[in-house]
């Protein structure tokens, strides 16, 4: 019984929504950080529908081709930086969490990134596959035929 309790999808639930609450207030972000990730976010934001791209080719398309990692750091802690990220900013410059498609961003191989103990990678390939995106038992994309790698883009 102590076992189940422990492991209840409801308390992992409200762990994880504590545990980002937490983060979020003692999460200091420089300017130069905040540059980033705004500009992550607003790039993925453009993402088109039924499209992927990876986390190396929205670094390049911000100049910084060397930061991939960082790209994908900010997907896996988006929850946490966009309410750090919306502490600081004005009402109508806020970013809505939920319209932000971190689900189109995925390895440079087409490969849906793994997330430890999370199965959100299969979540991802859920989304994914609803928007009509191949994705193989082996959560590869065939980025060929769904892959969305422009030379330049507005954000």
Do not use: C
Not at 1 to 24: D, H, K, R
């Amino acid at each position: 019984m102590l076992m189940e309790i422990l492991f209840s999808p409801v308390l992992f639930l409200v762990g994880y929504t504590l545990n980002s609450i937490f983060a979020a207030r003692i999460m200091k972000l420089t300017d130069e950080s905040k540059s980033f990730y705004l500009a992550v976010y607003l790039v993925a934001s453009k993402i088109p529908y039924g499209k992927v791209i990876s986390y190396g080719h929205i670094a390049y398309l911000l100049g910084k081709p060397q930061n991939a990692r960082q790209v994908g750091s900010s997907m896996k802690h988006l929850d946490m930086i966009v309410q750090a990220l919306n502490a600081e900013l004005p009402e109508e410059e806020q970013l809505d969490r939920q319209a932000l498609p971190w689900w189109r961003v995925v390895s440079s191989a087409g490969k849906i990134s793994p997330r430890g103990n999370s199965s959100s990678e299969f979540r991802q390939a859920e989304i994914l596959r609803s928007e009509k995106v191949e994705v193989s038992d082996a959560l590869f994309i065939d980025l060929q035929e769904f892959g969305w790698f422009p030379e330049d883009v507005d954000y």
